[in-house]
């Protein structure tokens, strides 16, 4: 049994559906992400977990415990919320205590726990000061420190990163995954944002219009997309989704790419999924992340099935750790990521090989992955 | 001068043109404050004025032998109709009428701002409408009704009295006039703080009661300590309107020694006999306006702040 477990989740405003049925559970520990869209309900979901929002149907569970009908104080959950939400009349040790002081927790022990979460979190020098005194890191820190001063059995984090600056956000992204392989707390973590995603999960809820898409761990989402919303909403840059033809000649099956003004591109497919026989003669999105699109020199050495082809290069964007290179196939851009040093030229053709092992097929009419 | 400006003279010309605009806007702000500030000097001067000075003298001219004697009278001699005792004891009534009534109309009004924006019930925008509703009422046309109403509570105090040996103060016109006050200034001071709250951050809320905050106690605890600028503009609208009303005032406390000061200053004004003693009246009217004058120095910077910021969201 699961340590979270949420079944059949449904959330009603009136006649509008937000959550429409969610099924999702994580052990003791674990790191559960709900990434998507804005609007995709990922909030709510968090705000129902907290009690902050009722739930019309379904059932929450925590550590085999139902708790959607109790009030948010008693169900033994803290949170972190998106603007920290300090109390700015406070002082810092009076925002970390403040949930013990309402608990009735004598000030001896919340003296002792406040010291002990300021030394886990190094914030010991601010206990005194005024949360407008402090810098965005060091609100984001004394958020955490709220939390974890309770001892919960299940933090939630709505969206905590989102008002740092890019550079604070990668920093604190270590912090929050320290923080967690540390204390070996169960997490509910709801970002826009895939690349934190990726690098805290050991789940992932990818959702859209209160629905959730995708369950699974990280890799398994960004390497078996079940259909094209999660293909395209994870990683960056975003996966290749190139409209294709399957052809079958005697050999096996192969995917045939147009171009503008040249010989479609034929790449044989021995390893393809079996479901993809029935699309023969038929479109479908051939989908393929930049990283399995590369130079050959850059290709992975041991990929079992690797096909080159001839490309004519548009577009080419060094970011320092990559080069980018912009082809266009199937009447669309498509994005190749090559080594950093690669010598390669816009307006040139220049070979790229195809790493058709971690290739996906998608049923353009129902976006869902051919298996 | 040629056809193109050279630009150092275009400089200059700018700079002439915002000097004159200065001037102009500067000297007429200046006007309006005399203009306004007139009738205080001419009371000031005058309260510290002898009466021959007053019947012979300027009235813009500064006293020539300053005299605290007319405020002196004014506080303790004075005879508003026919008792001689002075606005002192009009002003203690004023000042226990209006402090309970300010702080029982603002508490109120911050619990209403406080419901209807954090603890959102089907038909909140209806309730705050009707609310509004009370700031457009005109008071003449209530307080026919309101003299019923206060008629009743003071049979009830009767009852009470007979029943308990003690009638709540129900009956008593001091305490009628705080509730008329709390009542119609209700209004005013749930809009104030609605508007306050509803740009007070709801996740604040959220958390506290994660935290496992009482409703009272999130109101006490994160709502109040956060509230102070609203809070001064409410106490100096609330303070100023009650301390300043005739209407009610002479209404339901308007003989005896349970006067206001303001129905105690026009019966001062009023009366008839013997010489006007302008310096006394005057004396007397600057003593009934200071506690407002008073509020208005020492918080007046947050009123500003407290108005814009409610202005800006809400």
């Given at each position: 049994m699961a340590f979270l477990e949420i079944d059949g989740l449904k959330k009603r405003f009136g006649n509008v559906e937000i959550l429409k049925g969610i099924d999702v559970e994580l052990e003791k520990g674990g790191f559960l992400v709900l990434v998507g869209p804005s609007g995709c309900g990922k909030s709510t979901l968090l705000n129902t977990i907290a009690g902050l929002e009722q739930i019309t149907e379904g059932e929450i569970r925590v550590d085999g415990r139902a708790i959607n009908d109790l009030h948010p104080s008693k169900r033994d959950i803290a949170m972190v919320f998106q603007s920290y939400a300090l109390y700015p009349n406070m002082t810092v040790a009076g925002n970390i205590a403040f949930g013990m002081e309402m608990r009735g927790v004598p000030a001896a022990e919340r003296q002792a726990a406040i010291d002990k979460v300021a030394k886990i979190l190094q914030i010991g020098h601010l206990l005194n000061r005024k949360p407008s005194q402090l810098s965005g890191g060091q609100?984001?820190?004394?958020?955490?420190?709220?939390?974890?001063?309770?001892?919960?059995?299940?933090?939630?984090?709505?969206?905590?990163?989102?008002?740092?600056?890019?550079?604070?956000?990668?920093?604190?992204?270590?912090?929050?995954?320290r923080l967690h392989a540390t204390t070996g707390t169960t997490i509910v973590y709801v970002t826009h944002d895939q690349i934190e995603a990726m690098t805290l999960a050991t789940k992932i809820a990818v959702m859209r219009d209160g629905e959730v898409q995708q369950f699974g761990t990280p890799a398994e989402i960004y390497n078996n997309p079940t259909n094209i919303f999660v293909a395209?909403?994870?990683?960056?840059?975003?996966?290749?989704?190139?409209?294709?033809?399957?052809?079958?000649?005697?050999?096996g099956l192969s995917v045939v790419l147009d171009r503008e003004a040249r010989q479609p591109i034929v790449l044989p497919m021995p390893g393809a999924p079996t479901g993809l026989a029935a699309f023969k003669d038929k479109p479908v999105i051939f989908g393929v992340r930049?990283?399995?699109?590369?130079?050959?020199?850059?290709?992975?050495?041991?990929?079992?099935?690797?096909?080159?082809?001839?490309?004519?290069?548009?577009?080419?964007?060094?970011?320092?750790?990559?080069?980018?290179?912009?082809?266009?196939?199937?009447?669309?851009?498509v994005v190749a990521r090559l080594r950093a040093d690669a010598n390669i030229q816009p307006g040139t053709s220049t070979p790229l090989a195809f790493n058709l092992s971690k290739a996906v097929f998608f049923d353009p009419a129902t976006e869902k992955r051919i298996l | 001068m040629s056809a193109v400006a050279s630009p150092a003279s275009q400089a200059a010309s700018g700079a002439r043109a915002r000097t004159i605009n200065r001037i102009v806007i500067y000297g007429l702000l200046g006007l309006f404050a005399i203009?306004?500030?007139?009738?205080?000097?001419?009371?000031l001067v005058t309260s510290f004025k002898t009466m021959d000075e007053i019947q012979n003298g300027n009235m813009l001219s500064l006293p020539h032998e300053p005299t605290f004697a007319p405020w002196i009278k004014a506080w303790s001699e004075v005879c508003s109709g026919l008792t001689c005792v002075g606005m002192k004891g009009y002003f203690w009534n004023s000042i226990k009428m209006v402090v309970p009534a300010v702080l029982i109309s603002t508490l109120l009004g911050a619990l209403n701002g406080y419901v209807l924006t954090k603890w959102r019930f089907r038909g909140h925008t209806l309730v705050f409408a009707m609310m509004l509703f009370a700031c457009f009422i005109p008071f003449q046309s209530v307080l026919l009704p309101m003299a019923t109403i206060l008629g009743s509570l003071g049979r009830f105090g009767v009852t009470l009295q007979n029943a308990t040996g003690f009638n709540f103060g129900l009956g008593n016109s001091t305490v009628n006039l705080v509730f008329v006050h709390v009542v119609y200034g209700l209004g005013f001071t749930t809009l104030f703080f609605r508007n306050y709250y509803e740009a007070f951050p709801t996740e604040l809320v959220k958390a506290a009661q994660v935290d496992g905050a009482s409703f009272f106690q999130i109101f006490r605890r994160i709502m109040l300590p956060n509230s102070l600028p609203i809070i001064v503009v409410t106490v100096i609208y609330q303070f100023t309107n009650i301390w300043n009303d005739f209407l009610f005032a002479s209404a339901y406390a308007g003989s005896g020694d349970v006067m206001p000061m303001t129905v105690a200053l026009n019966n001062v004004v009023n009366t008839s006999t013997g010489v006007v003693e302008y310096n006394v009246n005057m004396a007397a009217a600057m003593i009934a306006a200071l506690p407002t004058l008073i509020v208005y120095v020492v918080a007046g910077r947050y009123f500003v702040r407290g108005l814009m910021a409610g202005a800006v969201k809400g």
């Open positions: 609100r984001q820190r004394v958020a955490m420190g709220r939390a974890l001063v309770r001892d919960p059995k299940l933090f939630l984090f709505d969206e905590p990163l989102s008002n740092l600056d890019a550079k604070l956000r990668v920093d604190m992204r270590i912090e929050i995954k395209d909403f994870m990683g960056s840059p975003a996966m290749n989704l190139i409209p294709a033809k399957i052809d079958a000649n005697g050999s930049p990283e399995a699109l590369t130079d050959p020199e850059g290709a992975e050495r041991n990929g079992s099935n690797i096909a080159t082809a001839d490309c004519h290069i548009e577009v080419v964007e060094p970011a320092g750790s990559d080069t980018f290179a912009v082809t266009n196939l199937g009447g669309k851009g | 203009f306004y500030l007139m009738p205080l000097f001419v009371m």
